[in-house]
């Protein structure tokens, strides 16, 4: 069974730091890729950050230099440190998962399509405001 569970959010001022977890289980004997999505309210969920069992990673324009996606030794946590905040961050963001052929990790943590992540956190809001 995967679990997917986000903590850290919460509110920053512009300029600040945050960093969110994903407590996850249920993924680490396949090839996978883990995600963060966020949603900004009358927004499509779209993709921040993703990581693969391979080493595989990708970044949204609008976060590259800014967000760095990292798991923890014992591969049971995945961060997303957050730098430089605008208000333009602020969204719920959510913690995805999808078992994946190793031949296309690459291209699966480059495109962070929604269609393609199948498991899904609850969430946590960040709001970044002065």
């Known amino acids: 069974v995967v679990q997917l569970t986000e903590s850290g959010g919460g509110s920053v001022q512009p300029g600040g730091s945050l960093r969110l977890s994903c407590t996850f289980s249920?993924?680490?004997?396949?090839?996978?890729?883990l995600a963060w999505f966020r949603q900004a309210p009358g927004k499509e969920r779209e993709g921040v950050a993703a990581?693969?069992?391979?080493?595989?990673?990708g970044y949204s324009d609008s976060v590259k230099g800014r967000f760095a996606i990292s798991k923890d030794n014992a591969e049971t946590i995945l961060y997303l440190q957050m730098n430089s905040l605008t208000p333009e961050d602020t969204a719920m963001y959510y913690c995805?998962?999808?078992?994946?052929?190793?031949?296309?990790?690459?291209?699966?943590?480059?495109?962070?399509?929604?269609?393609?992540?199948?498991?899904w956190g609850q969430g946590t809001q960040v709001t970044v405001s002065a």
């Open positions: 995805g998962a999808t078992f994946v052929r190793r031949e296309t990790m690459a291209w699966v943590a480059r495109q962070m399509r929604l269609r393609d992540f199948v498991y």
């Open positions: 990581l693969c069992s391979d080493g595989h990673s």
């Open positions: 249920g993924v680490s004997a396949s090839t996978h890729c």
